[in-house]
């Protein structure tokens, strides 16, 4: 077979704009380089206006994270202020946002990465014609079942937070509705309504089952649910071995409560966890359209290069943790917060099949949390303090998206923005080239997938891509 | 009736958004309708190579379009090229596209105020020179020309919200398809008047501390949000708390202000989002229809008048003086 060039786009089934260059050699990805072909500028656009505006602008970043943003902007403009958010406020921010992450995970496996197995590509195979009735694109019955339940569970947020995406409801100091014991009733009854759904469709068995294997050899055999189609089409296809990732695993940490976070934060490498710590992180530029030196993000530029000149071939900054890459995610986030399932798969690399079991187990737990927390809310608490934002101050608000670890980085000058820095979960793993020439986490996913010769959009490619399931509008924002 | 969908610069909120339709979801909706998409990037099979001749099968006219629709705004910079985005996998710009591909369609129409009229892609110093498709801000003349006319003779038809309601656009897309969108239907600025007759303060249940001018200090407070607090629910177009949003919800009823988001510059209110500018200690920004001096008399009178439950109220995060309940003997 002959060495050649793909140009893969437009990717769809993805939040956002994604071009992929692959150079194939031998039936296989030889290289690739991910484009992020799309800027906005949020960064400069913050500078100059009030802190809390950040607070109306930045979920714009993104209609799928849009509470992840907000929370963290706030998160930022708390820590500016040195303050935080009552206990009560932080459990209604948590219950936002989990609904949102939950609705995230769901729309990714049922919208957009189950389909590509209803492709006519895989005519002939045990389960195809399953996934042609549940997951053709826009058409298959789990499309249409998880749709109706991730509306209908997406009434928590409209309860608490007025509408999603975009609400204005996490502040600084906590939320901005106090919920009564009327409302704390519905937000049970919508998730006991949304706990029907996953046990009779997606898991055909209760959560907590799901959420007691310890194995990947566990998950590989669970048989029911559409969890369960997903774990013999991955079997059948060699999803395990699919799409190795870089073996560090980072998250910041998901909802911050009172009594720490829910999923712990972390590094996870050659199975040992440690802390981390921010100073590490250092934004490249070398293959982004950008100008400036490396920085942390603390005090990073961004300002374009206009003429987009080479080496430059993204928009995306390349982010590095002491230099290196990390993969970040669902999957990274069970991994580091310790789940047995989780760390057994990361035993054995990260993967396709990984990263969309680790989606799935903590569809699972984010129910059982959400659930408890809806049970936690104590109605003659206090919901929201009023917090002075600083005419000078520094913060850093760190969380995690359904996609990955989240950060903001904010200074505040004079009483307006003068600073503001964004790494979202896909700057990390879409993240170009750095000055060492060392691809970003999903260009080095990407080498040795598959190629057919007829393939101009490979579908090894595609399953790959889907399963970091990136967020393109925040990556470059 | 076929639409192809594109997301150009903006944040994909209103297709998410619109994934929320409810009785029935928006699948069964549109196919219910007649309404399908020749592809959306974030729903359909296609990608990548399968798109691209579908893509010039439009622009040649071999395939008659029905439905334009553009999410986000239209990038122009840097330095009038575009560039700022591509089409992945094309070589071209958005820009060039969405030229290309407007005059084809029957109907061409934006979704989101960033494709309206720039949107929050175009705040702050709009650093990647965004518009929107027929419209920069307040101004006609986006990427198209203000005198630009669809096939079927409507300028672009203007769904604007940031996000939009999923009922919005599905039911935009439905009178579409029923050819009952005439240009009457339409405001000034072209956005369909089934929801741009309506204010946002229709049906907000904050309207008694509204008529005694009883208002909340700080946000997650029962008031009004008008005097003190940025809301614009008085003069912005929605019918956002008549519908509801997410089941039940809507921005004045979740205890934070109505932005005006459906309206063109709503990005840029020259004032914190969440602060009233005010004038001698007088909001600037006067409910839409009504004449200053008997905003300025009403509202002496009526806070004069203000009973101790609603002003108490106003300035709680939950009621803490029920109405008093005339108890009829028997």
């Given at each position: ?7 893969v ?5 993805v ?9 194939v050699a031998?039936?296989?990805v ?7 072909p ?26 799928i994270?849009?509470?992840?943003q ?45 389909p590509?197995?209803?492709r ?27 749709t ?8 928590i947020?409209?309860?608490l937070?007025?509408k ?6 996490i ?6 509705r ?30 907590e089952d ?12 669970w ?25 560090r695993?980072l ?22 966890w ?5 100073d ?9 359209w950008?100008?400036?030196k ?9 300002e ?7 080496p430059g071939?993204?928009?995306c ?8 890459t ?36 903590e569809i ?5 949390l ?10 003659e608490?206090r919901?929201l ?13 760190l969380?995690e ?13 004079g009483?307006k ?10 700057t ?11 691809p970003?986490?999903?260009e080095?996913?990407?080498?040795g ?5 007829d ?9 790959i ?13 | ?5 594109l ?21 069964d909706?549109l196919d ?21 001749p ?5 622009e ?7 439905v ?9 910079g840097p330095?009038?090229?575009g ?14 596209w969405?030229r ?25 110093g709009n ?5 929107g ?22 300028p672009?038809?203007?769904?604007a ?6 009922d ?15 240009a ?14 309506h204010?946002?303060?229709h ?9 005694y ?8 407070q ?28 809507s ?11 459906t ?8 004032h914190?989002?969440?602060d ?28 004069a ?18 109405p ?5 003997k028997s």
């Open positions: 077979m002959s060495d050649r060039n793909l140009l786009g437009p990717f769809n089934r939040e956002g704009d994604l071009e992929i260059r692959l150079e031998d039936g296989q030889a290289a690739a380089y991910v484009n992020s799309l800027f906005r500028g949020f960064e400069p656009m913050l500078l100059g206006k009030a802190p809390q505006d950040a607070l109306t602008i930045t979920p714009r970043i993104c209609g994270c849009s509470i992840s907000s929370a963290a902007a706030a998160q930022a403009l708390a820590a500016a202020a040195g303050a935080t958010p009552t206990p009560q406020g932080a459990l209604v921010a948590a219950l936002l946002h989990g609904v949102e992450n939950m609705c995230d995970h769901l729309t990714h496996f049922n919208l957009f990465f189950m590509d197995f209803a006519p590509a895989y005519q002939g195979r045990d389960w195809h014609d399953h996934a042609i009735s549940r997951f053709t694109a826009m058409q298959g019955s789990g499309l249409r079942q998880a109706e339940a991730r509306a209908q569970l997406l009434h947020v409209g309860l937070g007025g999603w995406p975009h609400t204005l409801a502040q600084p100091g906590g939320v901005t106090a919920p009564t014991a009327r409302d704390r009733i519905r937000i049970s009854s919508t998730l006991a309504a949304f706990r029907r759904y996953l046990e009779d469709v997606l898991f055909g068995a209760p959560v799901f959420i007691a294997l310890t194995t990947g050899e566990a998950a590989r055999n048989s029911t649910g559409d969890a369960g189609t997903f774990m013999q089409i991955a079997d059948d296809l060699g999803l395990a071995s699919s799409g190795p990732g870089p073996g695993y998250s910041f940490g998901a909802y911050p409560m009172e009594d720490g976070r829910s999923f712990g934060p972390g590094l996870w490498e050659a199975d040992s440690r802390a981390v710590n921010t590490e992180i250092g934004e490249d530029l070398s293959h982004a950008m100008l400036g490396t920085a942390h993000p603390r005090d990073g530029q961004t374009p290069d206009e003429d987009m000149s080479d071939y993204s928009w900054k390349a982010p590095r943790l002491a230099g290196q990390i993969e970040t995610g669902a999957f990274a986030r069970q991994v580091v917060d310790g789940h047995a399932m989780a760390l057994d798969l990361a035993r054995h690399g990260s993967s396709v099949f990984a990263r969309v079991a680790g989606r799935l187990l699972a737990r984010t129910q059982v959400l659930e408890k927390w809806a049970r936690d809310i104590t109605p608490a919901f303090e009023q917090v002075a934002v600083p005419q000078e101050g520094v913060g850093e608000g969380l998206a359904a996609r990955g670890s989240l950060g903001h980085w904010l200074r505040i000058e009483g923005i003068a600073g503001y820095q964004i790494i979202a979960p896909t990390w793993n879409f993240s170009p080239r750095d000055a060492g020439g060392v970003g986490p999903l080095a996913a990407l080498v997938a598959p190629v057919a010769e393939e101009d959009t490979p579908l090894s490619v595609q399953h891509v889907r399963s970091f399931d990136p967020c393109m509008v925040c990556t470059v924002h | 009736m076929n639409v192809l969908w997301q150009s610069a903006g944040c994909g909120g209103c297709t998410m958004s619109l994934l929320c339709a409810e009785g029935p979801n928006v699948f909706l219910g309708a007649g309404v399908d998409f020749l592809w959306h990037p974030a729903l359909s099979e296609a990608t990548g190579g399968e798109v691209l579908l893509l010039s099968a439009v040649s006219g071999e395939i008659a379009l029905d334009l629709a553009i999410e986000g705004s239209i990038l122009t330095k009038g090229t560039k700022f985005h591509m089409l992945s996998g094309t070589g071209r710009s958005m820009l060039d969405v290309s591909l407007a005059p084809k369609a029957r109907h061409v129409m934006a979704v989101g105020t960033c494709a309206t009229y720039g949107g929050i892609t175009s705040a702050g650093p990647a020179s965004a518009v498709v027929q419209y920069d801000g307040h101004h006609p003349g986006g990427v198209l020309a203000p005198e630009f006319r669809s096939q079927s003779g409507l672009v038809i203007n769904v919200g940031c996000p939009t309601h999923p919005w656009v599905t039911e935009t897309l439905l009178l579409l398809a029923a050819d009952d969108l005439p009457a239907a339409l405001d000034e600025l072209g956005r369909p008047r089934f929801y741009a007759d204010l946002v303060h049906a907000c249940p904050k309207n008694e501390y509204y008529e001018k009883a208002s909340a200090e700080e946000l997650s029962l008031g009004c949000m008008m005097e003190h607090l940025g809301c614009v629910g008085t003069q912005a177009v929605g019918d956002c708390n008549i519908r509801g949003w997410n089941g039940e919800g921005c004045t009823r979740a205890g934070y202000p109505c932005i005006n988001c309206a063109p510059e709503f990005e840029e209110p020259n914190p989002f969440t009233t500018p005010k004038f001698a200690g007088i909001p600037v920004g006067l409910p839409t229809d009504m004449p200053k001096a008997w905003f300025m008399a009403l509202a002496s009178l009526s806070k008048a203000t009973p101790k439950r609603i002003g108490q109220n106003a300035v709680s995060d939950r009621i803490k003086v029920p008093q309940k005339t108890v009829r």
